[in-house]
């Protein structure tokens, strides 16, 4: 059992604290998926994670960049862009991702007060076909840093002037 809490703790060791504080409260060890991408995401390398359904591949995908972003936000603050773009082949699974999302970001934003670190506000965004006028406009204005979104709408975000 020592040895799984090792393993568990090496795995997380690259993390900023109040990530590690927030999943170690949320979560008993990683999952395999998370054990395996972790390290080489944070290590700058393309990674597929394929696993079954309920294995953390969300989390698995997504910890280690809101880790990047709180690190960064700690240290000099977020710049008001786009740093995460997350294509999801349906929609329903886009709305899933970002309310998969929710939890961690209020839970590490938790972690950042009670530890007495600088809050960092990682702002989100769903951006589908059905996203309404009102957020399209708000995007453009205060940019998330986390885009989940279709390929259909990427391509009109990244083909539209404005």
Known sequence: MSSKLNA?????????????????????????????????????????????????????????????????????GLPGETRIVYVSPLKALSNDIQRNLEAPLAGIREALATSGYPDVNIRTLVRTGDTSQRDRVAMRKVAPHIVVTTPESLYILLTSKS
């Open 8 to 76: 568990a703790a090496a795995v997380l060791a690259g993390f900023h604290p109040a990530v590690r504080a927030w999943f170690s409260g949320a979560f008993s060890a990683p999952t395999s998926a998370q054990a395996q991408g972790w390290p080489a995401i944070q290590a700058g390398r393309h990674v597929l994670v394929a696993a079954p359904t309920g294995s953390g591949k969300t989390l698995a995908a997504f910890l280690a960049a809101i880790d990047a972003l709180v690190q960064e936000g700690v240290e000099h």
